[in-house]
Structures are given as structure tokens and as C-alpha cells.
């Protein structure tokens, strides 16, 4: 199975900021990577998916880059409201894996 | 677009569970679900995806052999069915559509929307 890896594992930063997570998987996945958001008491929302694609609806402060083996999530300004867990998971083939998710707060 | 899910549950080990999710609001058979398991405080789990289109199943190779996924065409319904439950069986159970239509475990495996997720919790 792919091993998903995001770091860091939590994040604390403050409302304004410009926040990064990384994914690096086990082995080359060309851009088959899903970003999600869990907020507290929610089931998983999709943000982007194919790496860098944004699904609709999502606001464009959240993007996403990467290809093979590394992968970054950035939040353009936090706000409040992005308070979650956010996961990558791959679909390069099955199964799928999440990663263990980064838990973001606010300072 | 919406699944909604059943309610709570709470088994025995060594029993059987049966988690229904009823879609609406688009072409039921258009679309795959997948199931994906939370236990608490831990991550994301996928468990397997069932067609809409025509039942064909892909289960995680941890629980295949307890696991069956089915559908219902005529009320929209998605079951999946967990038997010989264990302690670590304890856990919140999603369903969410694929976000292509026609796809199967070969295409673009990415998941929205979700249902609201059903806890179930195995204890003596």
C-alpha cells in the first residue's frame, strides 16, 4: 500500500497567515492526490482534487500543487473558519490512503 | 445533492452491522460510493467502493472477507454490511459519491459529497 505522509502534524497560526501543509507518498503517484477538510463534528469536505484542481464551490485562498511524490496545501489568508483537520489521500491505486491528517488552530 | 445516512449502533463482538445511505438530488446510477471509516480520534480509513451502475465491489484487503457493500436501485439506497465485529470495528462509517460520473476504481477516486457518518460501536 502507498504510504501518505503530511507534516507538519498540527499547525498553530494566526488569523492573516499564509499556511502551507506538505504530502509526500511512498512511491510516485503522478498528481492522483485529493486535499480534504474535516471540520470538528463534520464528515470530510473535498477542497482540490488531481493535485491542483479546485472543486466547486471552494474558495480560490485554498490551492494545490505538486506532482509524484510531493505535494503542498496552502491556505492564502486563514481565517477562523478554516479551523479543521485537513487530509491528503491518493488514488493512484487501491486502496487509497489518507494521510494522518494536519490539525490547524488558530493562535 | 445529499446522502443521508442511518443512525447509531451499538454490537456485540462477534455480530453484524448494516449501515444504510440513501442518495438524492442526482442520477443514483451514475455514480460509485465509497465507504470510509473514522475510529475515534484517528484518521481516515478507506473501506471499499461498490457501482452504482452495476454492484461491481473493490473492498480494502483488512476487512474483505466481513464486508459487503450493496445497492438498492429502486430507493437510491447504499448498504454496506460489517459482520464478525471486533472492538477496533468502533468507529464513525461514511459514505461519499464519486465526483465522476461512469467511473470505476480504475478512474479518478475522489469523494463529495459525504454522508453525515454513522457511529458504530462494538462493546460486551
Known amino acids: 500500500d502507498i504510504q501518505m505522509t503530511q507534516s507538519p502534524s498540527s499547525l498553530s497560526a494566526s488569523v492573516g497567515d499564509r499556511i502551507t501543509i506538505t504530502c509526500q507518498a511512498s512511491?510516485?503517484?503522478?498528481?492522483?492526490l485529493n486535499w480534504y477538510q474535516q471540520k470538528p463534528g463534520k464528515a470530510p469536505k473535498l477542497l482540490i482534487y488531481?493535485?491542483?484542481k479546485l472543486q466547486t464551490g471552494v474558495p480560490s485562498k485554498f490551492s494545490g500543487s505538486g506532482f509524484g511524490t510531493h505535494f503542498t496545501f496552502t491556505i492564502s489568508s486563514l481565517q477562523p473558519e478554516d479551523i479543521a483537520t485537513y487530509y491528503c489521500?491518493?488514488?493512484?491505486?487501491?486502496?487509497?490512503?489518507f494521510g494522518q491528517g494536519t490539525r490547524l488552530e488558530i493562535k | 445533492i445529499q446522502l443521508v445516512q442511518s443512525g447509531a449502533e451499538v454490537k456485540k463482538p462477534g455480530a453484524s452491522v448494516k449501515v444504510s445511505c440513501k442518495a438524492s438530488g442526482y442520477t443514483f446510477t451514475n455514480y460509485g460510493i465509497t465507504w470510509v471509516r473514522q475510529a475515534p480520534g484517528q484518521g481516515l480509513e478507506w473501506m471499499g467502493w461498490i457501482s452504482a451502475y452495476n454492484g461491481n465491489t473493490n473492498y480494502a484487503r483488512k476487512i474483505r472477507g466481513r464486508v459487503t457493500m450493496t445497492t438498492d436501485t429502486s430507493t437510491s439506497t447504499v448498504y454496506m454490511e460489517l459482520r464478525s465485529l471486533r472492538s477496533d470495528d468502533t468507529a464513525l462509517y461514511y459514505c461519499?459519491?464519486?465526483?465522476?460520473?461512469?467511473?470505476?476504481?480504475?478512474?479518478?477516486?475522489?469523494?463529495?459529497?459525504w454522508g453525515q457518518g454513522t457511529l458504530v460501536t462494538v462493546s460486551s
Open positions: 488531481d493535485a491542483s
Open positions: 489521500q491518493h488514488y493512484d491505486s487501491l486502496p487509497v490512503t
Open positions: 512511491q510516485d503517484i503522478s498528481n492522483y
Open positions: 461519499a459519491r464519486d465526483i465522476d460520473d461512469y467511473s470505476d476504481t480504475s478512474g479518478r477516486l475522489a469523494f463529495d459529497p
